[in-house]
């Protein structure tokens, strides 16, 4: 066999391999093993990116509140106060007064209040709702007096109520007395003595 007869058989040998190689790459694509393969890794991959993305916003969102908490820190700490312990009447519950409390201003008016709040909040030494609240009104932080039989317990009187409905006569079912701050246990300043303290209602 001559030389060029040999070159051409060996020619189409390499031909014939690469053929076959091709076709063994273009099985193995298509073989479904490899193919249910690569997609769970592909699923794996897609769990991993959420678990990450849901742990990124779980953390972003900790920062924030705790953000807001640091901005608002009137909202997370005060000072505990009360009706004296010995008095018969007066209110019952306790309140959470601000280290920085607001004085009083002749001149408070009522603010057009929202008609449907989903949630109040009485704050007592305060004229104005911080952060995202919406003021709803401001007074003056009133309750039972401690020499009356019945208890009560504290709310804001409005700087400007509305009469709703009027009997015609005088029978003090209900007394609302002004609630003024005493120092001693409470601080002053900031607080001064024998003052009336203001409210404020705010709704979220």
């Known amino acids: 066999m001559s030389q060029v007869t040999w070159i051409s058989v060996f020619c189409m040998c390499i031909a014939i391999i690469e053929c076959s190689d091709k076709h063994a790459k273009r099985l193995l694509l298509n073989d479904p093993d490899v193919v249910e393969k690569r997609f769970n890794q592909l699923e ?13 916003k779980t953390e972003s969102q900790q920062k924030t509140a705790r953000i807001s908490q640091l901005e608002a820190g009137q909202s997370s700490s005060g000072i505990s106060a009360g009706a004296w312990y010995d008095y018969a009447g007066s209110a019952v519950d ?7 409390p607001d004085v009083i201003q002749s001149d408070l008016r009522k603010s057009v209040t929202a008609k449907h709040a989903s949630s109040t909040l009485m ?3 305060k004229t104005t709702c911080s952060g995202s609240l919406k003021l709803e009104y401001n007074g003056r932080l009133a309750s039972g007096h401690y020499s009356y039989k019945g208890n009560s317990q504290y709310v804001c009187m409005d700087m400007n109520p509305e ?9 003090n079912g209900k007394l609302f007395v002004g609630v003024q701050t005493k120092c001693g246990s409470l601080r002053c300043p900031p607080y ?5 303290v203001p409210c404020v209602v705010c709704s979220g």
């Open 44 to 56: 794996l991959e897609i769990q991993n990116l959420k678990s990450e993305v849901v742990s990124l």
């Open 123 to 125: 704050i007592p030494g």
């Open 163 to 171: 009469v709703l409905e009027n009997g015609s006569a005088n029978d």
């Open 192 to 196: 001064q003595d024998n003052v009336m």
């Open 94 to 100: 306790f309140l959470c007064l601000p280290h920085d």
